[in-house]
T-cell receptor, first 114, second 111 residues
Framework: DVKVTQSSRYLVKRTGEKVFLECVQDMDHENMFWYRQDPGLGLRLIYF???????EKGDIPEGYSVSREKKERFSLILESASTNQTSMYLC?????????????FGQGTRLTVV | GENVEQHPSTLSVQEGDSAVIKCTYS??????FPWYKQELGKRPQLIIDIRSNVGEKKDQRIAVTLNKTAKHFSLHITETQPEDSAVYFCAASRSNSKLTFGKGITLSVRP
């Protein structure tokens, strides 16, 4: 069974902290994504990675960075957390170009920055 | 980049009626169009998808149609049931790469 696992379901951090959100997939997928979900705004793409060490900015990359050192793991980093980064964060993965495009999502991490 | 618009933001139908949800996209090079369903408190899951070389695809009570000329695609749900109540997201991408989602529509099916 396909599995995308995010390291935490709930996280509370202080303003200014450096925050790491981890995502692991066990499907040997090339593509991995980080989205942010806010009411009324849908799923907004933060960063996308199509291979190890390869990344592409999404629609809202400001204040975030990512790391993909291994194919199965994609990390989202909040360099200095701010209250406007309080949100639900969803990781997803899919096969690479030219192949079946279904994206599988993790269970989400609800981050609260206080 | 790609821009996916989804309107309206909410839709309410009577159980047994049909529901149609529409999306438009901006990038004419997009060729993959999935629909995801997200139930309350759960992760989004794919319910149906279509590629640009196909005009329509059906799976039991759900179908998707694509109009490449007008750059819009629609989700059709027939004989709606209360368990169809959820948030539905459309998305678009080029060749299974960066996936851009619409803002989602909340479908309520009244018993």
């Amino acid at each position: 069974d396909v599995k995308v696992t995010q390291s935490s379901r709930y996280l509370v951090k202080r303003t200014g902290e450096k925050v790491f959100l981890e995502c692991v997939q066990d499907m040997d997928h090339e593509n991995m994504f980080w989205y942010r979900q806010d009411p009324g705004l849908g799923l907004r793409l933060i960063y996308f990675s199509y291979d190890v060490k390869m990344k592409e900015k999404g629609d809202i990359p400001e204040g975030y960075s990512v790391s993909r050192e291994k194919k199965e793991r994609f990390s989202l980093i909040l360099e200095s957390a701010s209250t406007n980064q309080t949100s639900m964060y969803l990781c997803a993965s899919s096969l690479g170009p030219g192949r079946k495009g279904e994206a599988f999502f993790g269970q989400g991490t609800r981050l609260t920055v206080v | 980049g790609e821009n996916v618009e989804q309107h309206p933001s909410t839709l309410s139908v009577q159980e047994g009626d049909s529901a149609v949800i529409k999306c438009t996209y901006s990038d004419s090079a997009s060729n993959y169009f999935p629909w995801y369903k997200q139930e309350l408190g759960k992760r989004p899951q794919l319910i149906i998808d279509i590629r640009s070389n196909v005009g329509e695809k059906k799976d039991q009570r759900i179908a998707v149609t694509l109009n490449k000329t007008a750059k819009h695609f629609s989700l059709h749900i027939t004989e709606t049931q209360p368990e169809d109540s959820a948030v539905y997201f459309c998305a678009a991408s080029r060749s299974n790469s960066k996936l851009t989602f619409g803002k989602g529509i909340t479908l309520s099916v009244r018993p």
